[in-house]
Structures are given as C-alpha cells and as structure tokens.
C-alpha cells in the first residue's frame, strides 16, 4: 500500500491535461501516460488541515441553491477531495483513462453534520473493480474524519465502456426505482458548466462549451451529475436528517441549456426525488434519502 499525504489541495488544471493524454494518438501509448490494466491501484492518497474558505463555499450555495448556515452542505466535502480524485484517476496505475469514465452512481454517508469552521482530514482510494454488461465498474472511496472520527463519506461509481462486460456481481442500489413526477421546474443557462467548473475544478471538456462537448460525441455541453445532486439536496435541505445515506443515479446527462423538473416524495423515513426532462419525460437523475449512515 503506498500512501501520499498532500498539504493542499493538488491543482486541477494541470490534472485536467494530464487526463487527456492518454486519448491522445501515439501519446496515449506511451510510457507514463498509458494506464495499466487488470486491478485497483494500491494507492492512498490523503489531505490534511483542510479549513473552508467561506468565499468558496458561499459560491457553491449560490450556484448550488444552498442557504447559508453554520454546518457545511453534505455534497460540499466532494469540492474538497475532487483535487484527490482526479490524481487518482490520472495515476498510471489506475485501470482506465479518465477521459471517457462515466460517473454512474453516488452513495453518501453523513455520520454527522460538519462545522463550517471544523479542520477536517480527506482520504481518497479506488476499490472494487467489477463486471459491467457493457464494460466495468470501479468505485473512488472518500471519507472525511475530525479528530479521527468519520463524519462523512462517499462512493463514486465509474463506468467504463468495453467490449468484454459481464452481469453485475451485486444489484444497483436504485434498480427499479422511478424519480417522482414533479411540478418545479429548473431553467438552466448554457453556462452552468462553467460556473459549476470554476468552483468545483472540474473542467472537463464535455461540460464547458457546445463546441468542446461535441468532440466527444454531445450535441452540446452537459450539466455536472454533482451539481444536479447538490441543487437536488438543496431542494430538500429542509427534510434532511442530521445523519443519513443518500443515493443517487445519474441516468441520462442534460444538454444546456435546458428545462427540467424537479420531484420528490417522502415516506416515512424514506425519502425519494429525481429530475426529469420538461419535454421529454426522460429521467436525468433518481435518488433517496434513508435515516442513519
């Protein structure tokens, strides 16, 4: 097991080319950029002392609908680790070149809720490389610790597409679950992307403009699947338990500009919401919201 500890949060600029090179003809082939093949890496990477810049975080409300208040919103600790994740993914010894994944699923675990002025510790590992129908899975795993206690945690699901799948070795955590009809509807501006890249890092090509989004097979620029979480968490901010597990799905990107619809339902303890096309009634996200983590 090999352990990198990082004092900062790594650049994400330099991380985003990198990603592209092994896309690239005869630069994808060569030593140090083409990504071995076969398992997870044995690599831990881990940031330390990270405090909340209320400038930053302040921007994430705005662009994710999220009120102030003195605790942090429960996908804002992903902006935190993102810098980790993408020098996991652009490490050689990651199984699949990053350019191409896609974010399938997303589990997080809130243990309790965090301070807006807490210091908090990140670490960041790949596990679980399995089967996919069309390709393969593999999951980054982040968790957050004060003082040594897990205060929260994520799984990001990645699929990556090749010949060769198999059927999954455990069920979906959302399979057969449908997103809720709704009546609130979100208009999105073409420049969502941006916006949501300036804050959170990811600049990825496919969300930025129509022209950039189109080399890699888009009609236009796409929404962030973390963004149309967050803004989905903030639309129920108010029925969030202090602990609890949500998981969600991303089923189908949405072009920008665009119209969707948000819709949730709650029973019991059980709370479920998604967003569809205004349109179309095609589903773009599902997830729920269980007590406890």
Known sequence: MTTRVFTKAPATVPLML???????????GLPGVKHAKGAAPDLVLERHGVVTDPQHLEAFNEVCGFPRSEFLPAPYPHMAAFGLHMTLMTDTAFPFAPMGLVHLRNTIRQHRRIRVDETFDVTVSATDLRPHPKGSLIDIVTTVTVAGEVVWD?????FSRHKGG????????LAGIEA??????????????RRYGAISGDRNPIHLYPLTAK???FPTNI???MWTLARSLSAVQNRLPETFTNDVEFRKPILLPGTVVFGSRQDGDLLTFGVKGAKKPVTHLVGRVVTGA
């Open 215 to 217: 080399a890699f097979g």
């Open 18 to 28: 990198k990603a592209a090179l092994p896309a690239l003809p005869l630069i994808g």
């Open 154 to 158: 994520e799984v990001m699901t990645l």
């Open 180 to 193: 809720p009809d709704g009546v609130v509807q979100w208009k999105l501006a073409g420049d969502l992307g």
């Open 166 to 173: 198999a059927a999954e070795t455990t069920a979906a955590p």
């Open 223 to 225: 929404a962030h699947g």
